[in-house]
């Protein structure tokens, strides 16, 4: 079996019958030639592939508008609600140092009454640095 | 009106063309009689439909004498004719592609046509080998097939194939040896040494 060549090909290709005109084909051409040429072309109607297509277009537009609006909207509350919750956050850090600062000025000391005048207190402190005594220590501590 | 009509048909092209540009209709007849045959041939090797082929044909007669004006004669009436059909040719599958792409999913049974579309050659011919060539000519890309017809089965030079497809000889000898390669992969399966 030899392969195929050009002149094998060619010789293939001519052995094609060839199609004719039919025989009506130059009459019908005459008709067509006497008809009327149409005017400007006027779309009277758009395709209707163009229409659904175009229907299409829309209807992607109006569903990525309205995700991108619904996204921004999220985006835009997270933001807010970070935001009172910072607030909250550093509202607690300011009432914490006032709490701190209370406590540090909060002295030990004992009330013992008093008069309209004066206001007698003990204070423990001076008591313990008197006796030599120290801070409590709880039970289950052991020395080392 | 005999003898008039007998004078025409011994009139060259170029004579013809330039009586028809004058807008006389026997010379523009005499052309469509000359020529309708060859291009109907080759417009139904172009086209899938041998129907609309034989219409295309006629839209290209119309349309060379309703822009008759338009040619300028330099010796090349046959490439400007087929230049137009190779045109429309190309348009019209351009067109089919785009129905077939927007209707394929819409389609009973998904090629756009409602109906098979039958290999023009196939219908030609009874016998495989004949039907093997006709798909292989279809399966061709529009760029390969148009050279490849006019140069295989019209005989056309690369000269005048370029003139017509208005592109140069040397794309023409490529595409037409491209043609040739794919047609002849496509056949190898199918050629035994001889034509049966």
Known sequence: MTAMNDDDLG??????PRREASTEFTDRLMERLDEPLPGPYRPTHAPRAWVFAGACVLLLG?????VAFEERNERRETAERVEMMRDEYRALQVELEELRSLAS????????GGTEQVDFVFDL???AKERGLARAQPTSYSPP | MRVYSIEMTSLADSELVALMQGGDRAAFTTLVNRHKHRLVNYLTGMMRNRERSEELAQDVFLRLYQHRDRYQERGQFLPYLYRIATNLARSEERKRRR??????????????HGEPVPSPQAELLNNELGTRVGEAIEALPP?????ILLREIEGWSY???????????GTVKSRVHRGREQLRRVLAPYWNGGLE
């Open chain 2, 159 to 169: 000269r005048d194939i370029a003139a017509a497809l208005k592109c140069r000889e």
């Open chain 1, 105 to 112: 000025e909060v002295r030990p000391v004992l009330d013992l």
């Open chain 2, 143 to 147: 760029r390969y097939r148009s050279p």
């Open chain 1, 125 to 127: 402190r001076r008591l």
């Open chain 1, 62 to 66: 109006a569903w990525l508008g309205r």
């Open chain 1, 11 to 16: 010789e293939l290709l001519k052995k094609l």
């Open chain 2, 99 to 112: 129905r077939e792409f927007l209707f394929y999913r819409f389609s009973s049974n998904g090629n756009g």
